[in-house]
């Protein structure tokens, strides 16, 4: 497997999601003779693992099962260990689809942080376009690459220990799209659009707080970046279940009564409580003039 | 698994092969190209095409001076509808933009604009541009200057959007060919918000390399869509109903034809006889229903050929009505932009013995397609049409691989409940998820930042989730019951010793 | 009738709303002898409205008919005449909740505006509280005045014509409840401490820029207000209309093939445009010390 | 009509005579108040009583302090559960919170913490208050310094809640136990979120003077809204299910007695008999039901009762449970607060002279409220129960005259398309609307601005509309189908002269 390129069968080296049921979930990495304890017993990797089809059922030692899931961008999104906040899927989406990013794409990245948004970006520019992604935190960039290599999307990401605000992302002129989750993404505008190509490009920041919202855009502005718009996205998500509503009794049929429906029925109700609030996204394009 | 998805496709591209590279001069807009044309938040699609009018937000001009230029240049309509380029424009000046505190001394009487409506038809007619008119107004509005800077702004904005006509050339992509869809031809997409659509290309994993099923019938954009995330690497089989699938959104991205190459297509009307081993190639949609065929095929097109005679209702799009007034089914199949060739051969009888070499082709493809759909190792699913989802997604999961995701799109909640329950019952899926997303854009402006006081209500719901080993399809599948649990509950036997992994 | 309560019979002077269905309505004074033109015909308002109880379908010239409603405050909202941008009843609910208005609270709010939340506050606290208006725009608290006169509540409302950021709300120590509804919140909130009572009491801002809510809870922090919150609420409504999804023609039915229901069904669709934003809604309590 | 109302209605106030002046004191806490705790964003119900123990947060203390000090007063746990009144907290030092510009240099190795457990323990020992507690933890901790602003005040507060133990006394009302059963037992208030009971009583337009028609089993949280909103002034007739209505949330709003006068409660068991005039006070539900109705009647406060025992998981009233260890019918009735006495005189004996007193009374009063509803003219209806809405509204609203508005609430979108449709085929209602609300809080700090994090994904739907003349339920009514469409199209008749009001 690779991050980029489905693969059949589970290998040596490989990781895969081995997943509980219910949205519980955890990444392995594949080992001949390892084994990994779940809730439903013992994995044995070389026996359960190495050459079945990803997607299968894993009969556990105490008889349970798990089913074993080809990694994907998004499963390690749900997966990986915190190193930082990370971006979710439903931002992630909306973040590639703007940014225009598609195989062949030059992208720029800072921080790398826990490297979801890294790993999508990825999935989509291979195999002919390249992350650059710029960490300050010098622990996290070497977990990063590390990850990076395990899940073999390394040749596709070069990664930078430096700070983005002093020392820009180490490329000049070549990307196609620039992305900041950074504190203070307005000391980083001047050095984004050094890294877009000279003719155009488009920018996205993430920021939690208005105000780096109302910084950032100004010096968007001062830069000449055009079209710059804020969004914000939040997903809404449905609990499929059966619904009961018991009918009053209001002591005996009165004519003439309406027939009355059955008072069970499928619905799809939101979840009580739900994520309320990620991030801004200021996405912007590189002027011409 | 590669190679085993690569045999026996003619235009199934590797990842190797197939590689666009980009050109040199790719940011310069050339004669033929498929460019949007952008002013304010309007988009329109449209070829480029010498002496050819176009008619974009009431004004008509000819795209003749954008060849040539970088992709992003504004350019100004002026006289006899040549277009000029435009320099980024001049803020209004500051000493204009004196603002009031508040509106406690304006009384609206409707004589706070001492320019009359002669008065700017003969600015006009004079050649003035329209930006100057705008400066003209503000200076002969009695009330500007006591305006607070919020009304100001709304003043010069609306002042502009009247007499200023600025046109943006940009490149056609998933971004704004979404956006212009949905905000001005929503039906034709089934109402599906580009955020949507975004949702779907990430929950579904597109990417080079894939083996995608799509079935959509939202003109092609959802195709056109995943084909840009695949960058011409992998293969992609459309199912389609009627008489061949729609891809007017599709054409507007203006792919190179390579792309189109590992593009099939498949009727919906002969998925059952693949399923049950009965199909056939013989008889084709296209033989035996042609009466019908055009019009399901191209019933949004027809809609745009009616519709087109009405200047001021125009289009969103002026590809393909301008190229051809009588759209023909072979067209349809696959759409590389070679328009202009044919123009130029242009006769009856031409069409008539291409349309049967097409015939023959699509067959061929059309067998292509079925053997790519009978491995059942599709690297994906995704659905976004008219129809009830229910049918479609138990049908064509059938020719997906374990463990890769899916995602159906309704624009109603209710049948992606029913089609919820229905694919619990069937089983072979995991991670179900039905959901929707929120949108709202924001004015951030100095001291005057706040969410956009319009937004949009609802942009529909997806499905999503991941195909797994189907035991309870086997004959020596477990009881009902234990399915049901997505995963059993077992803990009675007893706890083996184990090593965790580090 | 009267704004604060209902009656049976509509009589000469009464604010009634004309109600043509789908939403269109209209206000109509009633008056013996005029007469009143509506699509569906004209509606002589001797015959057909005076004496007649509220609720009743009155049958116009042309045969067409309409309802004829007794006004409360939220059809009111609906139907006045702008002078001013007006709050609408989604955000009056939640402000007349979290200021814990009853009937007996003395109210203070600025500006008047187009009294749209006026007369819903006077609704609210009649018949032993007050409201004092304050309204900066000389011609608006006039009309607002000669409104209540019409809706019978002008003995629970005093407007007075002045800028409250310079002269505050003309009372002192007397209000449970302080509205902000101005450019500059943050210079009313000394005044509004003032007009609360001694012993405490609640106020709100309403702003629809951050940068206004950002100053406004600086100035409740300065002033020692405490318990500040800042919310939005949006209403989001639903057709309820009947769908119908085909059901696609895949080539006869496979062996087996899952039982279909029926694609058509009763649904509620969110409507495709709808107000994204009205304005932030900032409250505090008045401190004890 | 508000004569006709007025007759026949012992206590049904009018404008005049049922008001109730605000003493003079009003502000202070007294014995015997229906107060609501405050911490942090926590709330607890509780009546005032001394030597009272009552926990909340984990804490116990004694109420005895409070009485003699203005509500909205904060106080300090100290030793042996008594509580000293506090002056607002100071901030912590700004000396203290010089912060770090980002966090590349914490390395969280779990040792950043000086002080020991054991420490901190000895420095409670010692009596050292929370609040010097936590500036101990700030001044020992390591990395606090190298945190972000946002970092440090998120540890602030943590640590803040964890060792000072600050209650505020405040008034009950609408806004805070809505808000405090929606954070803390949703399930019995049918999830109804807070800003919807606010949209249902201004939909409602719910004042002074309506007559009321509240169907509900909200813990009696919407009765206690309406209530308040009514200001004793006007009359409720609250329909129940079962046994007896339930009150618990009524309760901790504290309402003077008066208040209850003109509340009367129906059963809903005989709507259908009032309907059809086959209606008799006979058999009333407490007598024929007698073995369920303490069940039904109580099934929260016996919940209450249940969960009471186990300290920690403690409720969010504690009014009922306290005083009466044994529940009885005739306390839901008219739950004045005069449980105390009751407590004095307390054997079983009294109770059943009292309970056969109070079941005359309940008779009485069903006849009163029977009398009401056969008017036929209620201001208002209000629905916001765990039953299907339909058959509920569908009755009740025969109870209500016309253009007068209703709300219904149900935690479920379908129920009430189906009821909208219903209604729609009944006639008799226009402009019905069916909405749900979206609400996010806000952090408002400088430079660190933003929506809380996490926000309700729901708070039910409404479903709200108007009465009008049914010429349907006429024999004489118009066909169907003109009916159908709400107001009829006619523009046949030849137009009349007329002329516009100004």
């Known amino acids: 497997m690779s991050f980029v390129k489905y693969e059949e069968l589970i290998k040596e080296g490989d990781t895969a999601i081995i997943f509980l049921g219910h949205g519980s979930m955890f990444p392995v990495q594949v080992q001949h003779g390892a084994q990994t304890q779940t809730k439903y017993g013992v994995i044995r990797h070389s026996a359960h693992l190495i050459g079945q089809p990803y997607g299968s059922r894993v009969t556990c030692s105490k008889g349970g099962w798990v089913y074993v899931l080809h990694p994907t961008p998004e499963l390690w999104t749900l997966n990986l260990p915190h190193r930082t906040q990370i971006l979710y899927s439903t931002d992630i989406s909306i973040i590639t689809m703007m940014l225009e990013l598609k195989p062949g794409s030059i992208v720029c990245e800072s921080g790398t942080g826990s490297g979801s948004l890294s790993h999508a970006i990825i999935r989509t520019v291979a195999p002919t376009g390249?992350?650059?992604?710029?960490?300050?935190?010098?622990?996290?960039?070497?977990k990063a690459e590390e990850e990076f290599r395990e899940h073999r999307v390394d040749r596709w990401v070069t990664v930078r220990n430096q700070d983005v605000c002093k020392n820009g992302f180490g490329v000049s002129h070549v990307a196609d799209a620039v992305f900041l989750d950074i504190p203070s993404p307005w000391e980083a505008i001047g050095h984004a659009k050094d890294a877009l190509k000279v003719e155009g490009g488009r920018l996205c920041s993430f920021s939690p707080c208005i105000e780096q919202v109302q910084r950032t855009c100004q010096a968007l502005a001062e830069h000449g970046f055009i079209e710059v718009t804020t969004l914000e996205i939040l997903l809404r998500e449905y609990n499929v279940r059966t619904a009961n509503l018991p009918l009053p009794d209001l002591g005996g049929a009165l004519d003439p009564l309406p027939v009355l429906g059955e008072a069970q029925f499928k619905i799809g109700v939101p979840l009580k409580e739900t994520v309320g609030h990620t991030g801004y996204l200021t996405f912007a394009s590189k002027s011409l003039f | 698994m590669e190679g085993t998805k690569g045999e026996g496709q003619p235009g199934g591209g590797t990842m190797a092969n197939n590689a666009e590279q980009p050109r040199q001069q790719d940011h310069l807009v050339r004669d033929g190209d498929f460019v949007v044309l952008k002013r304010e938040d309007v988009f329109k699609a449209v070829q480029v095409q010498r002496r050819k009018k176009v008619t974009f937000e009431k004004q008509w001009f000819f795209l003749d001076n954008v060849i040539g230029h970088s992709y992003g240049t504004t350019f100004e309509v002026s006289s006899g509808g040549n277009l000029q380029p435009k320099k980024m424009m001049e803020e209004i000046t500051s000493e204009t933009k004196e603002a009031g505190i508040d509106n406690r001394n304006i009384v609206d009487d409707g004589k706070s604009q001492k320019l009359t409506q002669d008065d700017i038809k003969a600015l006009k007619d004079k050649g003035i541009k329209g930006e100057e008119i705008v400066q003209q107004l503000i200076e002969n509005s009695t009330t500007f200057r006591d305006k607070t800077e919020f009304a100001q702004d709304k003043y010069i904005k609306k002042k502009k959007k009247k007499y200023e006509a600025v046109i943006t050339v940009v490149k056609p992509s998933t971004r704004i060919l979404s956006i212009m869809y949905y905000a001005r031809e929503p039906g034709k997409i089934n109402y599906m918000r580009y955020d949507t659509l975004a949702q779907m290309l990430t929950l579904g994993n597109i990417h080079a390399g894939n083996k995608m099923i799509v079935m959509e019938t939202c003109a092609g954009l959802v195709l056109g869509a995943v084909m840009e995330r695949m960058g011409g690497f992998g293969s992609i089989i459309q199912m389609y109903p009627g008489g061949g699938p729609v891809r007017a959104a599709t054409t507007c991205f203006g792919f190179p034809k390579s792309f189109f190459n590992s593009l099939y297509e498949f009727p919906l009307g002969k998925v059952n006889s693949l399923l049950n081993g009965t199909f056939s190639s013989k008889a084709l949609p296209s033989e035996s229903k042609d009466s019908i065929s055009v019009e399901e095929n191209n019933g949004v097109l027809l809609d745009d050929l009616q519709t087109s005679p009405k200047e001021m209702e125009e289009n969103i799009i002026e590809v393909i009505e301008n190229n051809h007034p009588q759209q023909e089914t072979m067209e349809v199949i696959s759409q590389e932009p070679e328009y202009k060739d044919q123009k130029e051969r242009g006769n009856k009888?031409?069409?008539?013995?291409?349309?049967?070499?097409?015939?023959?082709?699509?067959?061929?493809?059309?067998?292509?397609?079925?053997?790519?759909?009978?491995e059942r190792n599709a690297d994906g699913l995704i659905i976004a049409s008219r129809y009830h989802p229910t049918p479609l997604a138990l049908s064509l999961l059938e020719f997906v691989a374990s463990s890769r995701p899916f995602v159906i799109y309704c624009h109603y909640k209710e049948p992606l409940v029913e089609c919820y329950t229905k694919l619990r019952e069937r089983g072979g899926v995991i991670n179900l998820r039905l959901s929707e997303t929120w949108l709202r854009n924001y004015q951030v402006l100095p001291d005057r930042s706040h969410p956009k006081l319009m937004m949009s209500g609802g942009g529909g719901y997806l499905l999503s989730g991941i195909t797994v080993a189907n035991d309870k399809q086997k004959p020596e599948s477990c009881t009902v019951e234990l399915e049901k649990n997505e995963e059993p509950i077992a803990k009675k036997q007893k706890v083996e010793e184990s090593e965790d992994l580090p």
Chains 1, 3 share one sequence.
Do not use: G, M, S
């Open chain 1, 130 to 142: 390249h992350l650059h992604t710029v960490e300050f935190h010098q622990q996290r960039a070497q």
């Open chain 2, 349 to 374: 009888k031409d069409y008539i013995q291409e349309f049967q070499k097409k015939q023959e082709q699509q067959k061929k493809r059309q067998i292509e397609a079925a053997a790519l759909l009978n």
